[in-house]
């Protein structure tokens, strides 16, 4: 019979796994996407409330982003292991094979896009089978190559948003590429934040994420700027196209102000500090809003 020790020594052995991957599916990061999905899913007109639902869209979209984190994962292998933030990922580490991550990101992608068609529709599917491989394999290795990278990556990050209004809505209307756009420019100002905190580690993997060669600068600081007063305009469009009231205009537009401001003072101060406030501001900016423009949804 298997003693005390042995039993114990297996459970650890399981906790383990299950921690290794969900540490290669990014959990933390891939619920937020999943999050914005669900969100923008709910805000589809004639659209409500169905607990069944959301957890399925939750269930595939997190097989979809877990699947595109792990392919991620195991193509950055030896440049996660010389940063001191990514060392100790699974694939880095060893803790997980290549060959097991690649695996794992085939089943659980295709399992995700299948559940797409399978309980929503044929578009939503087709759009999280576009976003998965567009992120896995031209956003992830295009980090080495050129900065235009973030640019790129910013349609697989945005794409949840209007892959969650297809799914409500199985059409390419308005409000999607509306709550779209907005995930779209708020990925700029959040992801150089990121990279300016972090770019001696990226420098030294030979990431080029920041759109000035010297990395950060006052261009990039008004890079940040830029496409964060672009997300005021923008953020109006909600209420100007009828899918939340007056009340998510006003929370939306003091949200974008904020941002803008964080984005000034970056400029102003040019240090890591004032990055760290973009970023951090930018972190509790996309669930106010999405949460705001959901709790006052028109239809």
């Not at 298997?2 to 619920?31: E, W």
């Not at 937020?32 to 999905?37: G, H, I, K, L």
């Not at 805000?43 to 984190?69: C, E, Q, R, W």
């Not at 409000?175 to 990925?187: A, E, H, M, N, V």
Request: charge should be positive; charged fraction near 10%; glycine fraction near 6%.
């Amino acid at each position: 019979m298997m003693s005390t020790t042995q039993k114990i020594s297996g459970s650890y052995r399981t906790a383990a796994t299950v921690k290794d991957y969900f540490q290669l599916i990014k959990f933390t990061l891939s619920f937020t996407v999943v999050f914005s999905c669900v969100i923008c899913y709910l805000l589809a007109p004639g659209i409500s409330y169905n607990l069944k639902m959301v957890i399925l869209l939750f269930i595939a979209g997190m097989l979809v982003t877990g699947s595109a984190n792990a392919i991620n994962q195991a193509v950055e292998k030896d440049t996660d292991a010389v940063m001191k933030r990514t060392g100790n990922r699974p694939v880095a580490s060893g803790r997980i094979s290549q060959q097991s991550a690649y695996v794992f990101a085939f089943i659980t992608g295709v399992l995700g896009v299948w559940m797409m068609y399978y309980f929503f529709n044929l578009s939503s599917a087709v759009l999280s089978a576009f976003s998965l491989f567009l992120y896995a394999f031209i956003y992830t290795p295009l980090k080495k190559v050129n900065s235009i990278a973030v640019l790129v990556g910013a349609f697989p990050g945005a794409l949840p948003c209007l892959i969650g209004w297809v799914a409500g809505t199985d059409g390419f209307s308005a409000g999607g590429w509306i709550l779209f756009s907005l995930q779209f420019l708020w990925q700029f100002p959040h992801f150089w934040a990121i990279a300016w905190v972090a770019h001696a580690d990226y420098s030294k993997a030979g990431f080029k994420l920041l759109p000035a060669d010297k990395g950060p600068t006052k261009f990039t600081a008004l890079q940040s700027i830029m496409y964060a007063v672009l997300m005021i305009p923008v953020g109006v469009l909600p209420y100007v196209f009828g899918i939340s009231g007056i009340v998510s205009l006003y929370i939306v537009l003091l949200c974008n102000i904020f941002i803008v401001v964080q984005c000034i003072r970056l400029y102003m101060e040019m240090d890591v500090k004032a990055a760290r406030r973009v970023m951090f501001s930018s972190y509790i900016y996309l669930p106010i809003v999405l949460l705001a423009l959901l709790v006052d949804k028109v239809h």
